[in-house]
């Protein structure tokens, strides 16, 4: 465990889906406990038996959260970011202000914190609850070097780091941070199919489960180029040629990059 992260408060304003993967990525992991993570939301009694599960504290108000605080993750829904901010604007120029809001960048904050305010604007993503996460960061922030290693420190434990310049941010998300859903889906398609072959559900998803997870991993260790990652698994006159022309065929590929133009907006 990082020196610097473990003595860290951490606090989210806004603890739905995406806050409580990453808290429960940090404090399953160790990383940091629960003791030193501070939440509120829309819903106190909810909030209460969530925290109480991860024995992180809740509070009814976002100024005690910020005052509590030294790192604090904006976890509401973008709409309501402003709302969020405005009551604790002040309090909160002191603190690292972490942003994980689509579509909120470095210019969106500058124009709604106080001057001088230290802030990053990040995309993380769901798989982050397990220590296997991605937290797509901004280039442009101004987070102190100190806030900035802590932030690395603490968050490089449960996910990979990526720097990216302001304009791509979105592609990132869309990728990152949509990207466990679209997997989700090839997840469950892949266990609807063995099922039709007869596989026993829970054993199709398994399967499946772990070969994505592999395959990933190898690509991650190896760098190896996923095309050659494909070619080594295409016996010539084998099986999974023929899946992988049936594909093609279906326009797989096509598809993908749809789901990623109809997100960017094209
Ligand atoms: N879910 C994801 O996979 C994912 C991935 C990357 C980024 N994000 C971003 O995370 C943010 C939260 O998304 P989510 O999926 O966790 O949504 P969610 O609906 O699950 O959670 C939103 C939280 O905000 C709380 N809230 C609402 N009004 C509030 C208020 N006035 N003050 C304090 N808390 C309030 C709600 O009670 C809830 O706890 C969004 O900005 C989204 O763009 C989500």
């Not at 504290?57 to 904006?74: G, P, W």
């Not at 909160?92 to 230290?118: C, Q, T, W």
């Not at 869309?174 to 997840?187: D, E, K, N, V, W």
């Not at 892949?190 to 690509?219: C, F, I």
Request: hydrophobic share 45%; glycine share 10%.
């Amino acid at each position: 465990m990082a020196d610097t992260a473990s003595s860290i408060e951490l606090g989210f304003i806004g603890f739905g889906n995406m806050a409580q993967a990453m808290a429960q990525g940090l404090v399953n992991s160790g990383a940091l406990s629960g003791e030193h993570i501070h939440a509120c939301a829309g819903h106190f009694d909810k909030l209460q038996a969530t925290a109480e599960k991860l024995g992180v504290h809740a509070h009814r108000e976002a100024a005690e959260v910020v005052e509590a605080s030294d790192f604090v993750v904006l976890a509401v829904k973008p709409y309501l970011i402003e709302q969020v901010v405005e009551p604790v604007r002040e309090t909160l120029a002191g603190k690292a202000v972490i942003s994980v809001a689509a579509g909120r960048d470095f210019a969106f904050y500058e124009g709604i914190l106080a001057p001088n305010s230290h802030h990053l604007s990040t995309i993380p993503n769901t798989p982050i609850a397990v220590g296997a996460g991605v937290v797509a960061c901004e280039q442009r922030h101004s987070l102190t070097d100190e806030q900035l290693q802590t932030f690395e420190n603490l968050f490089g434990q449960i996910a990979l780091i990526e720097w990216v310049d302001g304009k791509l941010l979105s592609t990132a998300s869309s990728i990152a941070g949509c990207g466990p859903a679209f997997a989700a889906m090839f997840l469950e398609a892949l266990g609807d199919a063995g099922v039709k072959h007869g596989l026993p559900r829970q054993t199709a998803y398994r399967l499946a489960a772990q070969m994505m997870m592999g395959t990933s991993k190898l690509y991650l260790e190896t760098g190896t180029h996923p095309g050659a990652m494909k070619d080594a698994v295409c016996s010539p006159g084998g099986t999974t040629i023929k899946g992988v022309a049936a594909l093609e065929k279906d326009g797989f590929r096509g598809t993908v990059i749809d789901a990623i133009d109809a997100i960017e907006g094209e």
